[in-house]
């Protein structure tokens, strides 16, 4: 039963909401991850969690600015979030992979086609196993199409490795 525990667990608790997690790089131009790892943590204060490799580009780039944004997709932008989840921005300049827009508050942008928008400061992070739990503090949220449900778009939904779904309805 335990075969593959490291492969497997994780898995198990797939599909999750694809987030797109863009930070500012020192050139200021921004670098796209893609994420399924996040979750909620706290409702007032809003704080969010997502984990991170230390070793990621984008780890030292929230580490150094102190900001992030948190981006829905639908499946409108699953070529981009491909291109995105398998190359680093240590390595490649994926600035030109999204069109991106002012955020409300930070000064790292938003991608404009998202269909949800997560704004947060970093409150810190913590070392956990092969990964940091990047706590950020929710300073705006914005979303189209969402009421009760999400209405006009749905959320890509991440199986795991490279396999993505959507919700039907």
């Not at 409702?43 to 900001?67: C, D, M, Y």
Request: charged fraction near 20%; hydrophobic fraction near 40%; glycine fraction near 6%.
């Amino acid at each position: 039963m335990t075969k593959d525990l490291n492969g497997l667990y994780y898995r198990l608790l797939c599909p999750r909401v694809v987030a797109i997690i863009v930070s500012l790089r020192p050139d200021g131009k921004p670098n796209a991850m893609v994420a399924a790892w996040h979750t909620p943590i706290s409702v007032n204060p809003p704080i969010v969690a997502i984990a991170i490799a230390p070793s990621r580009f984008t780890h030292k780039l929230i580490q150094n600015s102190g900001e992030f944004t948190i981006n829905i997709p639908d499946k409108t932008l699953t070529e981009q979030i491909e291109v995105a989840g398998y190359n680093s921005g240590e390595h490649m300049d994926k600035s030109a992979l999204f069109k991106y827009a002012p955020s409300k508050i930070l000064k790292t942008p938003i991608i404009e086609d998202a269909i949800g928008v997560i704004e947060c400061k970093l409150n810190r992070m913590l070392e956990m196993g092969d990964h940091s739990v990047v706590f950020g503090n929710i300073v705006s949220v914005s979303a189209k199409g969402f009421g009760e449900v999400w209405r006009t778009s749905t959320p890509l939904l991440h199986l795991g490795t490279n396999f993505y779904t959507e919700l039907k309805k």
